[in-house]
């Protein structure tokens, strides 16, 4: 399974932007998807996931009503969408995904895109 994160980018705090997470090799379909970001000096953090049945969701209380995932199982996508961006969303965003199928595990990880906002 390979994941390409993009849509990263460089933006002022108050804009929006849209990531994106291409999955190759496996279907997204039945399968959990994570977003995840790291900031420079901070451990790894869980942002927002898609879980394996598609419908149900779940949230970073940081970023709980301004950012939202999707997926689109044809597309083999999922999507982030993150609204008010603020400086402290600054991080280097990666998605991931289970080996197994309903598991709320992440094994497999993109190569993650930078997203930079500036106050």
């Known amino acids: 399974v390979q994941l390409q994160a993009s849509g990263g980018g460089l933006v002022q705090a108050g804009d929006s932007l849209r990531l994106s997470c291409v999955a190759s090799?496996?279907?997204?379909?039945?399968?959990?998807m994570g977003w995840f970001r790291q900031a420079p000096g901070k451990d790894r953090e869980f942002v927002s996931a898609s879980k394996w049945s598609g419908i149900s969701t779940e949230y970073a209380d940081s970023v709980k009503g301004r950012f939202t995932i999707s997926r689109d199982n044809l597309k083999n996508t999922v999507y982030l969408q993150m609204n008010s961006l603020k400086p402290e969303d600054t991080a280097v965003y990666f998605c991931?995904?289970?080996?197994?199928?309903?598991?709320?595990?992440?094994?497999?990880w993109g190569q993650g895109t930078q997203v930079t906002v500036s106050s």
């Open positions: 991931a995904t289970a080996r197994f199928p309903y598991r709320a595990e992440y094994d497999y």
């Open positions: 090799g496996r279907t997204i379909n039945g399968f959990h």
